[in-house]
């Protein structure tokens, strides 16, 4: 078994696994999964209670985990052919990120949960060994859920809460889907998106309502 090398301890700090989910969230762009050289896992906890979980299948990918907080849970399953990159922060108490990756193609997940009692269930499975699927979670309150699953190919997804107690389920099947969804504000609800292939969507809640933005050229 090859052995893992340690990562640099400055990229994988909470604020630069923050960042990243932050910046991604912001505007999702390619990702270069293969042209990063760093591979392997690295993993940081401060605090107590805190537990951690990864399985890489393909010893190509980068696991980034850091658990600021107690009694915080991050279980990643990295599985596939293609290589995988995952970031995950946790910053509050009692957090619980389950994701896993797989697929012939390669997917690139960055996920920030600041508050307490936040969950996160993340699945991404790439179809298309010729494109990356992309996703962003960010949760900043407290008693968040997001559940996301993207199985296709060349699928992206922004999901930000901001808030407490606000859920979220999008799903996106098949290929080229484009998903924005941000909430802002406590107990809002669970829409339950769905996209089959080639869709895009972009909603904002907020305590004062939901507006729905249509896409920029529904005809392109």
Do not use: Y
Request: glycine content about 12%; proline content about 5%; some cysteine.
């Amino acid at each position: 078994m090859a052995q893992i090398r340690p990562l640099d301890p400055i990229r994988c700090s909470f604020a630069a696994a923050s960042a990243c989910a932050l910046a991604f969230a912001g505007a999702i762009g390619p990702a270069h999964a293969q042209s990063n050289p760093d591979r392997g896992v690295f993993v940081t906890q401060i605090g107590d209670g805190n537990e951690a979980t990864v399985t890489q299948q393909n010893s190509d990918s980068l696991a980034c985990i850091v658990q600021d907080g107690n009694s915080n849970e991050a279980t990643l399953a990295q599985k596939g052919q293609a290589p995988q990159v995952a970031r995950i922060a946790q910053n509050g108490d009692s957090n619980r990120a389950a994701a896993e990756q797989d697929g012939v193609g390669s997917s690139d997940l960055g996920l920030a949960q600041e508050g307490d009692d936040n969950s996160a269930v993340v699945l991404q499975r790439q179809n298309d060994p010729g494109t990356q699927s992309l996703a962003a979670i960010l949760q900043r309150g407290n008693g968040n859920v997001v559940v996301l699953t993207q199985d296709g190919s060349d699928n992206q997804a922004n999901l930000t809460q901001i808030g407490d107690g606000n859920t979220m389920t999008a799903s996106q099947l098949d290929s080229g889907n484009r998903l924005a969804w941000t909430q802002s504000g406590d107990g809002l609800a669970d829409l339950q998106i769905t996209q089959t292939g080639g869709a895009t969507l972009q909603v904002t809640q907020s305590n004062t309502g939901a507006q729905f933005a249509p896409p920029p050229n529904p005809g392109g």
